[in-house]
C-alpha cells in the first residue's frame, strides 16, 4: 500500500513539472489541425490560424501536445516554430493604419 501511495506522489509531481516546463512555440504560416491524439488518424478537433501562439507540454513521434485556452490539442511537431510571427490576415487597414 506505502509503495502505491508513493508511486502516486511521484507520477503527480512528475505531470506537475511537466506541465510547468511547457515551452512556448507558435504556429507557422499556415492553418494547422488540432487533433485529440498523436497521428492523423485522430479527430480535428478545430484549426489553429497562422502565428497563434501555443505552450508545447511533449512530443510523441513527431507530434506535439499543446495547451491552449485550458485544454490540450495535438498537432504536427513540423509545423511548429520556437520565434513568433506576424499573420498579415489578422489586421486590417483602415485609412492607412494597422488595427
Known sequence: MKTLIASAIIAA???GASAASATQAWVGHSALNARS?????????GTFNPCTPV?????????????YKHSYYWVSAK????K????????????????
Not at 497521428?39 to 480535428?44: D, L, Q
Not at 505552450?55 to 495547451?67: D, L, N, S, T
Open 55 to 67: 505552450h508545447v507540454v511533449a512530443y510523441k513521434h513527431g507530434w506535439a501536445k499543446v495547451a
Open 13 to 15: 509531481a512528475t505531470l
Open 37 to 45: 491524439g498523436p497521428g492523423t488518424h485522430y479527430h480535428v478537433l
Open 84 to 99: 513568433s510571427c506576424y499573420n498579415k490576415n489578422t489586421y486590417k487597414k483602415h485609412g492607412g493604419y494597422g488595427y
Open 79 to 82: 509545423y511548429l516554430q520556437g
